[in-house]
Structures are given as structure tokens and as C-alpha cells.
């Protein structure tokens, strides 16, 4: 079983950068595909960007081209960096991961092991 755990998160403005990290612990992320979710406020958990053993991605279509997914699997954790952050982009961030390294899934039903989330809040 493998533990997450996500840090990075904090309050900036409209326009800043940020890089979460997602760190695991009890096995090695190469045997798993890895994922970003977020939820705000009276919303449903949704899909930010997926990443498999390979460095294959997936981004939802919100972020693409201001958030990248990254994995360093010899340290064992996952990155979402954030630029150009939006109001909207306020959220609990959490990771998640499936073992299966080669399919990186979009749906939340699909991954096995979750991070408790790190907050995101971007004021305008």
C-alpha cells in the first residue's frame, strides 16, 4: 500500500506560480500512474492531470498550457506546477495513484490510494 502525501499548497494572486508535490512512501511510484484532482468548495472532486510510469500526460482541458505534471520516480513523488493561477483554480488539491503504471485514468473511481489535499486559494 502506498502512502501520499501533498505540500506546496498556500494563498497567492491571480497570476502566480505555485508547485505542489506529491511524496509517497511505502512503495516505489514507478509501479503506479499517478494523478492530480481537485475539489472546491461545494463541488464535485474533478480532474486536473494524470501522469503514467512512462511520462505520458493527460491535462484536463481548464489547464492546459498553464499546469504541468511531472515525476521524479527516483524520488519517489509527483509535481503539479501551476502558473498563471486563476480564481477558479481555487481548491483542494489532492494526488492519487493506481497500480497500473501504464494507464493514467481521468476519473476518480479509477484510482486506489489518495493524499489528504493541500489548499489552494488564488485571490483576484
Not at 497567492?12 to 492530480?36: E, F, K, N, P, T
Not at 492546459?64 to 483542494?92: C, E, H, V
Request: hydrophobic fraction near 35%; proline fraction near 3%; charged fraction near 20%.
Amino acid at each position: 500500500q502506498v502512502q501520499l502525501v501533498e505540500s506546496g499548497g498556500g494563498l497567492v494572486q491571480a497570476g502566480d506560480s505555485l508547485r505542489l508535490s506529491c511524496a509517497a512512501s511505502g512503495r516505489d511510484i514507478s509501479a503506479y500512474a499517478m494523478a492530480w484532482f481537485r475539489q472546491a468548495p461545494g463541488k464535485e472532486r474533478e480532474f486536473v492531470a494524470a501522469i503514467n510510469w512512462t511520462g505520458i500526460r493527460y491535462y484536463a482541458d481548464f489547464v492546459k498550457g498553464r499546469f504541468t505534471i511531472s515525476r521524479d520516480n527516483a524520488k519517489n513523488t509527483m509535481y503539479l506546477q501551476m502558473n498563471s493561477l486563476k480564481p477558479d483554480d481555487t481548491a483542494d488539491y489532492h494526488c492519487a495513484a493506481r497500480p497500473d503504471p501504464l494507464t493514467a485514468a481521468t476519473t476518480t473511481t479509477r484510482y486506489d490510494y489518495w493524499g489528504q489535499g493541500t489548499q489552494v486559494t488564488v485571490s483576484s
